[in-house]
């Protein structure tokens, strides 16, 4: 990977851990600049120390609606410019829909969609203003298949795959390209939810991917000529079978 990215600014979303920090890496070492938004302020500050300058942290509870709005003008803030948004907080409820916690669901839709609507939302302004950027949204494999075992989030992917399509036709003509990226199941925090035993089939299996190989999808389509939008991939590991 060369330096790609030189001179541009990203926020990601979620990006302490998981997908969220490997692709906060990748865009490092490609050259851009990267607000990292967590509520981890802990692991924020560590992240700062071991990559540098070029991390901005920003502690925000993006299910907090004022801190949720702050997002762009603290970026604006602190680097002048936004480039690229990558959307990836989320959260996970699985089983059976009977056994869910209907504050769990309402927290999870929260993140999952109206957060991810909200920060496009407040970032579109800037980049139209501009007349280029990059927005990669978060999805999952569960967008595109009505997964049993995982009925709510399954269902808040459906709905933000949606979003992403309808809004990219509508800002194409701004120079701005939108894309998802939709994942089979990621080693992260988002499985512990997972029976321990199905956790364990899938690692025996190989039926799992690394976060850094999502990470190597978002840079794909990061540096396309701009000409060129990757509008959906679905990755999944070889092993996984619907």
């Not at 997972?194 to 840079?219: F, I, Y």
Request: net charge negative.
């Amino acid at each position: 990977m060369g330096r790609e990215l030189e001179g541009k600014v990203a926020a990601v979303t979620g990006a302490a851990s998981g997908i969220g920090l490997a692709t906060t890496e990748a865009m490092l070492a490609a050259g851009a600049r990267v607000a990292m938004i967590d509520r981890d302020a802990a692991a924020l500050a560590a992240l700062r120390a071991r990559h540098g300058e070029a991390v901005i942290p920003l502690v925000l509870d993006l299910l907090d609606a004022k801190e949720c709005a702050g997002l762009l003008p603290r970026v604006l803030e602190a680097a002048g410019q936004l480039d690229i948004l990558h959307a990836n907080a989320g959260t996970y409820v699985g089983g059976d829909l009977v056994d869910a916690d209907t504050g769990a669901i309402d927290r999870m839709l929260n993140l999952n969609v109206n957060v991810v609507m909200k920060n496009v939302h407040d970032v579109l302004p800037h980049m139209i203003g501009r007349g280029t950027g990059d927005i990669i949204v978060t999805s999952s494999l569960a967008a595109h298949f009505p997964t049993p075992w995982e009925p709510v989030y399954a269902s808040s992917k459906w709905a933000i795959d949606c979003f992403v399509q309808t809004v990219r036709r509508q800002v194409f003509k701004h120079g701005i390209r939108v894309g998802s990226i939709s994942p089979g199941p990621v080693i992260s925090a988002l499985l512990a939810d997972w029976p321990a035993e199905k956790l364990k089939e899938a690692r025996k299996a190989g039926s799992l991917l690394e976060a850094g190989e999502v990470a190597n999808v978002v840079m794909f389509m990061l540096t396309r000529p701009r000409g060129m939008t990757i509008r959906d991939v679905v990755m999944l590991p070889t092993n996984f079978d619907l």
